[in-house]
T-cell receptor, first 113, second 118 residues
Framework: AQSVTQLGSHVSVSEGALVLLRCNYS??????LFWYVQYPNQGLQLLLK??????LVKGINGFEAEFKKSETSFHLTKPSAHMRDAAEYFC???????????FGKGTRLSVIA | GAVVSQHPSWVICKSGTSVKIECRSL??????MFWYRQFPKQSLMLMAT?????????EQGVEKDKFLINHASLTLSTLTVTSAHPEDSSFYIC??????????????FGAGSRLTVL
């Protein structure tokens, strides 16, 4: 079985500060890992994905994540937070192929002016 | 890129009525469709997986007779919430791997349907 754990249901940062959202995964097979963002009353937007290529993955809107097998982690970072980054962020894992994603509980990011 | 059109985006209905949510894949064939449910301020939980031309596979604890899923064509999958009750109020999202994509399992998501049952 696969699962992801997102540490911290709510993270608050100041505008311009580093954003760090934590995600740890559990998987019996090499995982495919994803980060999605969800704005209020909207669907999901893919930020980035890890598919066993480079361990440092760059995504949209200045976000990136590093796959660390030894730590079973896939933390999401952004050097400088913007007000528009305030949203709900979900980490997800899959086995690949036509299999569904398993989502973490989500982390709500607040950005303070 | 691939687009999944999901309708309605917002629906309010009376208790006891049925509501149908549609997800259409535009410009590609969706052999498989995953249906998720999201309660307020919670994560997405997989409800069922539908494959074109066959019966849907439901996750444990999901009532098959309450949530009817039909995937009669390669471009359309529907979720019908039958005899809806207030506890069925939720955000429903469909997603599909599509076909012909390179890379691993990048799902395309619909925009979601918010159901409110009065």
């Amino acid at each position: 079985a696969q699962s992801v754990t997102q540490l911290g249901s709510h993270v608050s940062v100041s505008e311009g500060a580093l954003v760090l959202l934590r995600c740890n995964y559990s998987s019996s097979v090499p995982p495919y890992l994803f980060w999605y963002v969800q704005y209020p009353n909207q669907g999901l937007q893919l930020l980035l994905k890890y598919t066993s290529a480079a361990t440092l993955v760059k995504g949209i809107n200045g976000f990136e994540a590093e796959f660390k097998k030894s730590e079973t982690s896939f933390h999401l970072t952004k050097p400088s937070a913007h007000m528009r980054d305030a949203a709900e962020y979900f980490c997800a894992v899959s086995r690949g192929g036509n299999t569904p994603l398993v989502f973490g509980k989500g982390t709500r990011l607040s950005v303070i002016a | 890129g691939a687009v999944v059109s999901q309708h309605p985006s917002w629906v309010i209905c009376k208790s006891g009525t049925s509501v149908k949510i549609e997800c259409r894949s535009l410009d590609f064939q969706a052999t498989t469709m995953f249906w998720y449910r999201q309660f307020p301020k919670q994560s997405l939980m997989l409800m069922a997986t539908s494959n074109e031309g066959s019966k849907a596979t439901y996750e444990q604890g999901v009532e098959k007779d309450k949530f009817l899923i039909n995937h009669a064509s390669l471009t359309l999958s529907t979720l019908t919430v039958t005899s809806a009750h207030p506890e069925d109020s939720s955000f429903y999202i469909c997603s599909t791997p599509g076909t012909g994509f390179s890379g691993a399992n990048v799902l395309t998501f619909g925009a979601g349907s918010r159901l409110t049952v009065l």
